[in-house]
């Protein structure tokens, strides 16, 4: 099973720009309970800033930090995966990274953002359908 079929059915993927402060950004993880955004501007991806972020400029630099902007906390190098990339390799590739988030992009154009939860829960109802599916085929046979 490949991360594409993970698209489907998911929330609006929600960015923000590099001038975007801290603060908009704490409040909009919030209110979509989501655990980062994608710092996107003219269709290119600049960064991420997930909560890890976050945390970490409050730790170094204070509260002052809520009212900088996006830009300054982001992390730049963003791993990303294409539609094709299979759930478990995606897994293999945030374990190793220590990530939670991934772009999905096709062709340099952005698809969407997956989260590790996102792909254990896939993982978790494939198993379980499997488990009926067996299940049903025991019974029949």
């Known amino acids: 099973m490949s991360i594409g ?3 489907t059915g998911k929330k609006p993927l929600i960015s ?3 001038t975007t402060s801290v603060r908009e950004i704490a409040a909009l993880l919030h209110a979509n309970r989501i655990g980062a955004v994608l710092v996107v ?3 290119s991806i600049l960064g991420i800033v997930s909560e890890r ?3 970490a400029a409050l730790h170094e630099q ?3 930090v809520l009212d ?3 830009g300054t906390v982001m992390t730049a190098r963003v791993v990303t995966a294409t539609p094709e990339t299979s759930i478990i390799e995606a897994m293999g590739v945030m374990t190793d990274r220590r990530i939670r988030h991934l772009p999905v992009l096709s062709q340099g154009s952005l698809l969407g953002l997956v989260s590790i939860g996102d792909l254990v829960k ?3 109802d494939d198993a379980e359908a499997e488990a009926v599916a067996l299940k049903d085929y ?3 046979a």
């Open 5 to 7: 079929s993970i698209l």
């Open 16 to 18: 923000v720009t590099t």
């Open 41 to 43: 501007e003219d269709n």
């Open 53 to 55: 972020d976050i945390v």
């Open 62 to 64: 204070g509260a002052a």
């Open 68 to 70: 900088a902007a996006a």
């Open 122 to 124: 896939r993982r978790i």
């Open 138 to 140: 025991i019974q029949t």
